[in-house]
């Protein structure tokens, strides 16, 4: 067995305790198995990237389980705490995405599903952040900011993944989707009723975030070390 194969099985491990506890309701169980979540897929990262990490790789891990830890704390500053924290981790990732990727260029072909996608990104940004605001009047530019992050970071992964089709833009596509996804139900949870359904697809969705972003950083520091050997 490879050496970062068991952290890689805790991973899932909590992944599946997660779903099994928020199914059946057992909240003080789910909390002890979403806190296994982050440190193992952080060692995961660690031993599969031969414990070479970047600054900013290492922020976004940072911020990633200070707001992860708001979260679960549950208290009355919690919400905020947890909003600057993932948002410090969007901004982060939109600077990679600038710094070290090639410039987006686009065909004629490319127009029509851009602006689908540019339509489908302002239509959740418009409709969710209506429902949070009417909430949290307090904290309106905020949680608009962190939208806009949100949504730049949903389409540098998009609009790469549809003009390059490659591995690593396909999995900027599904961690951007599964944020976007997480977000989307955390938004829920707090305004309707409680329901089980937004709880596993909020925690699921949170959790395979995590794992498509290591994904990513892996697959992009393997491209980067193809292209220096060169």
């Given at each position: 067995m490879k050496a970062n194969k068991p952290s890689l099985i805790l991973f899932f491990l909590a992944l599946l305790c997660?779903?099994?506890?928020?199914?059946?309701?057992?909240e003080f169980l789910a909390t002890y198995a979403k806190t296994i979540v982050l440190p193992a897929i952080f060692i995961y990262y660690?031993?599969?990237?031969?414990?070479?990490?970047?600054k900013t790789e290492g922020f976004i891990f940072l911020f990633c389980f200070v707001g992860q830890v708001y979260d679960l704390m549950e208290i009355e500053t919690?919400?905020?705490?947890?909003?600057?924290?993932?948002?410090?981790?969007?901004?982060?990732?939109?600077?990679?995405?600038i710094r070290e990727h090639e410039r987006i260029r686009l065909t004629k072909r490319d127009i029509l599903p851009i602006s689908i996608?540019?339509?489908?990104?302002?239509?959740?940004?418009?409709?969710?952040?209506?429902l949070q605001l009417d909430?949290?009047?307090?904290?309106?530019?905020?949680?608009?900011?962190?939208?806009?992050?949100?949504?730049l970071l949903s389409y540098f992964a998009f609009v790469s993944y549809?003009?390059?089709?490659?591995?690593?833009?396909?999995?900027?596509?599904?961690m951007a989707i599964s944020y976007i996804f997480s977000d989307i139900f955390y938004?829920?949870?707090?305004?309707?009723?409680?329901?089980?359904?937004?709880?596993?697809?909020?925690?699921?969705?949170?959790?395979?975030?995590?794992?498509?972003?290591?994904?990513?950083?892996?697959?992009?520091a393997r491209i980067q070390k193809k292209v220096t050997q060169q």
């Open positions: 997660t779903i099994i506890f928020d199914w059946t309701e057992q660690l031993i599969s990237s031969e414990f070479k990490i970047k919690s919400e905020i705490a947890g909003v600057i924290s993932f948002l410090v981790v969007y901004m982060l990732l939109v600077k990679i995405f996608v540019v339509v489908f990104i302002v239509y959740l940004l418009v409709s969710v952040l209506s909430n949290m009047k307090k904290f309106n530019f905020l949680y608009t900011f962190y939208g806009i992050v949100l949504s549809i003009t390059k089709g490659t591995h690593i833009t396909l999995l900027m596509s599904l938004i829920f949870n707090e305004y309707f009723s409680y329901s089980v359904v937004l709880v596993l697809i909020r925690d699921i969705t949170q959790i395979l975030a995590y794992f498509f972003m290591v994904e990513y950083f892996l697959e992009k």
